[in-house]
């Protein structure tokens, strides 16, 4: 069961064939976080045109409560994009592997660049800071 407090990221990843779709909803999300069924998204980062961090192909990053998890969930599946969505603990290799759920086809993640348990950086960073 999620707490409904509880921070998460969704990382939506996007190439070259889905950008504008991606654009759509980053539009979309950015214009109405914070209001109606998107109360609870607090933050839609910049998109990222290039690999960074453990993601290798560009991405863009959602911040949100554990409240609005079905509704971020749902945005992403009807446009069809490929996703990680991850809470926030003290352990990023976890929440970027054992703990996270995919939508769509899961890609290799460099976990090498990834905090080490009890230093999860994401959890300063929840809600106002992007790559």
Same mark, same amino acid.
């Given at each position: 069961?999620?707490?409904?407090?509880?921070?998460?990221?969704?990382?939506?990843?996007?190439?070259?064939?889905?950008?504008?779709?991606?654009?759509?909803?980053?539009?979309?999300?950015?214009?109405?976080?914070?209001?109606? +069924?998107?109360?609870?998204?607090?933050?839609?980062?910049?998109?990222?045109?290039?690999?960074? @961090?453990?993601?290798?192909?560009?991405?863009?990053?959602? %911040?949100?409560?554990?409240?609005?998890?079905?509704?971020?969930?749902?945005?992403?599946?009807?446009?069809?994009?490929?996703?990680?969505? %991850?809470?926030?603990?003290?352990?990023?290799?976890?929440? %970027?592997?054992?703990?996270?759920?995919?939508?769509?086809?899961?890609?290799?993640? +460099?976990?090498?660049?990834?905090?080490?348990?009890?230093?999860?950086? @994401?959890?300063?960073?929840?809600?106002?800071? +992007?790559?």
């Amino acid at each position: 069961m999620t707490d409904a407090n509880e921070p998460f990221h969704a990382h939506i990843y996007y190439e070259a064939f889905d950008r504008s779709t991606a654009q759509q909803l980053h539009s979309e999300l950015q214009a109405k976080k914070g209001t109606g +069924d998107l109360v609870d998204v607090i933050f839609v980062g910049v998109m990222t045109d290039r690999a960074v @961090g453990p993601h290798p192909i560009p991405q863009y990053e959602v %911040h949100f409560y554990g409240k609005a998890l079905p509704t971020v969930l749902e945005r992403i599946k009807v446009n069809r994009l490929r996703a990680l969505v %991850h809470r926030l603990t003290n352990d990023d290799l976890a929440d %970027h592997t054992s703990q996270a759920l995919w939508i769509g086809e899961p890609l290799p993640l +460099d976990l090498s660049v990834l905090d080490p348990a009890g230093m999860n950086q @994401g959890i300063a960073r929840f809600g106002n800071s +992007d790559f």
